[in-house]
């Protein structure tokens, strides 16, 4: 069955950093973009970062430019999110999700999510 699992969340300290993965299967996802969203309690998910299949498109949401980095390494099916210089508004549970073609940054376009992970930034 088709599969997106999250880890690495945690809590950490303002100004921290962690990395979170995601580990890909029971299809192919080479062939799709990988997103990063984030959701917290009572607000709708949103976009954080995006790659494209081949790595070469990325987009980042303006609220996390300069501090995150996505990437992802297509042999291993993994995707994974690098988050330095946290902040409380950083707190969140954070989703993997892909899509088959080019990248785009709105929720709708996605077809397969992961359970998330909750990242926690105290001040």
């Known amino acids: 069955q088709v599969q997106l699992v999250e880890s690495g969340g945690g809590l950490v300290q303002a100004g921290g950093s962690l990395r979170l993965s995601c580990a890909a299967s029971g299809r192919t996802f080479s062939g799709d973009a990988m997103g990063w969203f984030r959701r917290v309690p009572g607000k709708e998910r949103a976009f954080v970062a995006v790659?494209?299949?081949?790595?070469?498109?990325?987009i980042y949401g303006d609220s996390v430019k300069g501090r995150f980095t996505i990437s992802r390494d297509n042999t291993k099916n993994m995707v994974y999110l690098q988050m330095n210089s946290l902040k409380p508004e950083d707190t969140a549970v954070y989703y993997c999700?892909?899509?088959?073609?080019?990248?785009?940054?709105?929720?709708?376009?996605?077809?397969?999510w992961g359970q998330g992970t909750q990242v926690t930034v105290s001040s």
């Open positions: 999700a892909a899509r088959p073609g080019v990248v785009r940054t709105s929720t709708t376009q996605y077809d397969y």
């Open positions: 790659i494209s299949a081949s790595g070469g498109s990325i």
